[in-house]
């Protein structure tokens, strides 16, 4: 069994740091948000959250209710990676959504007469009373003297979800915390921590399919009951129409008209590319993604429906993610032009020197003036096999991530960054 190090995931904790802003957001109206957030009798975390629950909302109020226990703001505890982090070791485990205990996403067998609903079990087959009772036995499970390691880093907002499978999986190197391990430990660690890993990588690849995951039903989502609600989805990674959780609205002024506007692409250029593009190549060609053709109707209307066309890719994406709805429609010598003429919107580099001198998010544009051109946006290495940019081609395939390049037949790309 090969172990995956952090270095065998494709984005660095500097490119995650650039590239996801945190994911808590006091301006969304997502019911993730909209409660305050303390436990109102100081005993029993208070969600405000009505059914129906889902995962997602789960791990983000466990990820807020261990930042109040650690008396840190929230935004350090509730982003992108933690909340993939909770989703994939929730997945996982398998609690309420592949087993009749309900509430115990990750079943914890926390002895809480008082949280509990029937009997109690240290093995963990046990119910709690409602989602916020589950939330607070999640949460106090983790900043417990056993488990504080995973709270610990929770509370450090650039860890990454490798860095939370880690500190689960090597409790060794944490003083006191053995008593998970010494009852449930698998007797390999690493191929243990390697399973997270998949399981973190299947998140992200599936985000919308394990975060909607309907949570307090009989139902057993792992074995095909497929209940589940994307519209209650906070949006870190595409989601429903509840206009939540944005991550990073380039240019959106605090709590403005781009963080507003919400839908299943809104949010960062990186992000929303990512969304609307295949994740590989396809011979023949695929047909566009369904998260590309309805952006394509609602952000470039009246562009060719197959979206086969690297700057109708392009302007949907800018226009999408809220970063400039101005970006032009077609035409990479026609988007050239505008990104020169707009020096207060874009910062242009016109001669790069590998692909070292790029960073998620920018726009490359070569050519179109008096020949073909291209265009496509850097999204920085993605898992599992490094392609690192969103684009199309005129004629030949709709939107996919591929390699990158500074330069090919039609001459030296132009990088356009986004102010």
């Known amino acids: 069994m090969v172990l995956l190090t952090q270095s065998s995931f494709a984005l660095t904790k500097e490119d995650r740091i650039r590239l996801y802003t945190p994911f808590y957001d006091e301006c969304s109206t997502s019911t993730s948000y909209v409660n305050s957030g303390v436990p109102s009798d100081g005993t029993v975390w208070q969600s405000g959250i009505q059914p129906p629950y889902i995962l997602e909302q789960f791990a ?8 109040h226990k650690r008396n840190v703001p929230a935004s350090n505890t509730v982003t992108k990676d933690h909340v993939v982090a909770l989703l994939a070791f929730m997945w996982g485990e398998g609690g309420d959504i592949n087993n009749r205990w309900l509430f115990n996403a990750l079943n914890t067998g926390l002895n809480a007469p008082e949280l509990i609903d029937g009997p109690g079990a240290g093995n963990g087959t046990q119910s709690f009373k409602s989602f916020d009772a589950g939330v607070e036995a999640t949460a106090r499970t983790m900043v417990g003297n056993n488990q504080d390691r995973l709270a610990t880093t929770l509370i450090d907002p650039n860890s990454t979800a490798e860095q939370f499978m880690h500190a689960l999986t090597y409790y060794s190197e944490y003083a006191g915390n053995k008593l998970w391990a010494e009852a449930s430990a698998p007797p390999n660690q690493d191929s243990y921590y390697n399973g997270r890993i998949r399981l973190v990588q299947h998140v992200i690849k599936n985000y919308n399919d394990v975060a909607a995951v309907v949570i307090g039903t009989p139902a057993q989502e792992r074995n095909g009951d497929n209940i589940r609600r994307t519209d209650l989805l906070s949006g870190v990674n595409g989601g429903g129409q509840t206009g939540g959780g944005q991550v990073g609205s380039p240019g959106a002024d605090e709590c403005g008209q781009a963080a507003a506007t919400g839908g299943a692409v809104m949010g960062n250029i990186v992000q929303t590319a990512l969304n609307l593009a295949w994740p590989e190549k396809h011979n023949p060609p695929k047909e566009p993604k369904p998260e590309y053709s309805a952006a394509l109707a609602k952000y470039n209307p009246g562009m060719r429906a197959d979206g086969a066309d690297c700057g109708i890719f392009v302007a949907t994406v800018v226009r999408a993610s809220g970063a400039d709805p101005q970006y032009p429609a077609s035409g990479t010598s026609v988007q050239m032009n505008y990104v020169k003429s707009h020096p207060e919107k874009y910062d242009i580099f016109d001669n790069p020197q590998s692909t070292a001198d790029l960073q998620p998010g920018d726009i490359m544009i070569v050519g179109g003036n008096n020949g073909p051109g291209h265009t496509y946006i850097y999204v ?15 004629n030949s395939r709709t939107a996919n991530l591929g390699k990158s390049t500074i330069s090919d037949s039609r001459g030296t790309y132009t990088r356009v960054r986004i102010k």
């Open 380 to 394: 920085g290495p993605q898992p599992p096999n490094g392609y690192d940019q969103a684009s199309a081609s005129l």
């Open 60 to 67: 983000i109020e466990t990820l807020k209710a261990v930042a």
